[in-house]
């Protein structure tokens, strides 16, 4: 066997057991993230005060455009069932395309990326304990239509309040939908090569934008600190991994 072939055989296990190791990694945050979510106390009048307390404060800063879009979708069916099933089924493949992609193609800033999005969810998950949101399909008296029940689409079980028991209705500040969104965007912005990936980054977020809206699943407000969870995230671990970098080189200084 020439060397070159003994040290493809050498590297093989070494990757195929850090991938593993990645893979137990990401799927034991999102096990761990979807028990700690649903075990969260849902206090649904606190829940519906505080979503009352963002609406009026939306208002005052004439950014309450949640009813304009949700009314549109609705008389657009065209519109409303693929944004169901948008939000309902694209955020996980995309976080874990996103992943791969950067094993792949950028292996030297994965450990940054990755580690940004598991602090991201840890200060969403903070966030749904020490403050639950009743998201604006659950608002009584709001007028927002829940787009999955009334299209009658897949994942109708999940959207509806019968199904409080077993799933977290009121973690909806921040919204991890749009700051994993917008992890997944600004990663392929920052290191793709190629123009049409780059576009895909920028696009990605602001269609999720839209659909977390038009779903009632969310305000824009949510939607904000989602954005701050994310660069919160990601400028604290561009720092520890400076101060990393500064430590070792002072102390040889």
């Known amino acids: 066997m020439s060397q070159l072939g003994r040290d493809v055989v050498r590297v093989r296990p070494r990757s195929a057991r850090a991938l593993g190791r990645e893979a137990l990694l990401v799927v034991a945050v999102y096990a761990v993230y979807s028990v700690i979510r649903n075990l969260a106390p849902q206090r649904s009048s606190l829940a519906e005060h505080n979503a009352w307390n963002g609406l009026r404060l939306e208002e005052a800063l004439r950014i309450d455009v949640e009813h304009g879009i949700n009314n549109f979708v ?20 995309a976080v874990i395309g996103t992943l791969v992609w950067l094993w792949v193609r950028r292996p030297q800033v994965y450990s940054h990326y990755r580690t940004a999005l598991v602090v991201m969810t840890l200060i969403g998950l903070i966030c749904f304990w020490l403050y639950p949101l009743a998201p604006p399909r659950l608002l009584p008296g709001a007028g927002f239509v829940d787009t999955v029940p009334y299209f009658h689409t897949w994942g109708m079980d999940s959207s509806g309040p019968s199904n409080q028991g077993v799933s977290n209705q009121y973690a909806a500040m921040p919204s991890l939908h749009f700051g994993w969104s917008l992890w997944c965007g600004t990663t392929l912005w920052r290191c793709a090569s190629r123009v049409w990936q780059r576009v895909l980054g920028f696009l990605y977020p602001f269609l999720t934008l839209l659909v977390i809206l038009a779903t009632a699943n969310h305000y824009v407000l949510d939607a904000a600190a989602g954005a701050v969870a994310f660069v919160a995230a990601d400028r604290l671990v561009a720092y520890v991994e400076r101060r990393r970098v500064s430590v070792p080189e002072a102390r040889r200084g």
């Open 74 to 93: 609705v008389a657009h069916p065209w519109i409303a069932v693929p944004a169901n099933y948008f939000y309902a089924t694209l955020f996980l493949p």
